[in-house]
Antibody, heavy 118, light 107 residues
């Protein structure tokens, strides 16, 4: 059974850093495209970043240069390193699996809340 | 970026009703559209991909249609479990973008 479990969220001051983790089970993270998608309070979903099975990465303009997506194949875990955090980064962050060469997300985690506030 | 405009933002309906939610893209996305259902405190669940393909395990009362810039999600006969928020997503090009969601409420 496919499962995605996010951890690492919390309250952080503006300008701070945080690393989110997404532990996967039931498949290998390096065999699929793995994404981070966020949802600010009362807002719609916003795609943040993807790492393809070949290791290539892409980012939304709103996080480019501040966030880094990566994976650890030995731990079957996806990460999102978030630096220079801003109030507008406050959101629930979901990891989501994307089948190779498709565009939709077939499995999602339950999300982890990141709150950027002083 | 491709903008996705969803309507209505809120929809009140009763069990057994037929409901339709609309999603419009700011430019043609062919059939590269997905629909998701989301319940409070949970991640979204895929319902429809490629505009009209039903994900395995999703009840047949859900259907999708459209191509180009206009798409619809239809629930043929609402069940109690269907009251949730529904969102569309385009995957024609990066960055993938979503509609703002339609909250389906019990009338």
């Amino acid at each position: 059974e496919v499962q995605l479990v996010e951890t690492g969220g919390g309250l952080i001051q503006p300008g701070g850093s945080l690393r989110l983790s997404c532990a996967a089970s039931g498949f290998n993270v390096n065999s699929k495209y793995m994404n981070w998608v966020r949802q600010a309070p009362g807002k719609g979903l916003e795609w943040v970043s993807v790492i393809h099975s070949d290791g290539s990465t892409y980012y939304a303009d709103s996080v480019k240069g501040r966030f880094t997506i990566s994976r650890d194949n030995s731990k079957n875990t996806l990460y999102l390193q978030m630096n220079s955090l801003r109030a507008e980064d406050t959101a629930v962050y979901y990891c989501a699996r994307q089948l190779t060469n498709s565009g939709w997300f077939d499995y999602w985690g339950q999300g982890t809340l990141v709150t950027v506030s002083s | 970026d491709i903008q996705m405009t969803q309507s209505p933002s809120t929809l009140s309906a009763s069990v057994g009703d037929r409901v339709t939610i609309t999603c419009r893209a700011s430019q043609s996305i062919k059939s590269w559209l997905a629909w998701y259902q989301q319940k409070p405190g949970k991640g979204p669940k895929i319902l429809i991909y490629k505009a009209s393909s039903l994900e395995s395990g999703v009840p047949s009362r859900f259907s999708g249609s459209g191509s180009g810039t206009e798409f619809t999600l239809t629930i043929s006969s609402l069940q109690p479990d269907d009251f949730a928020t529904y969102s569309c997503q385009q995957y024609n090009s990066y960055p993938f973008t979503f509609g703002r969601g339609t909250k389906l409420e019990i009338k």
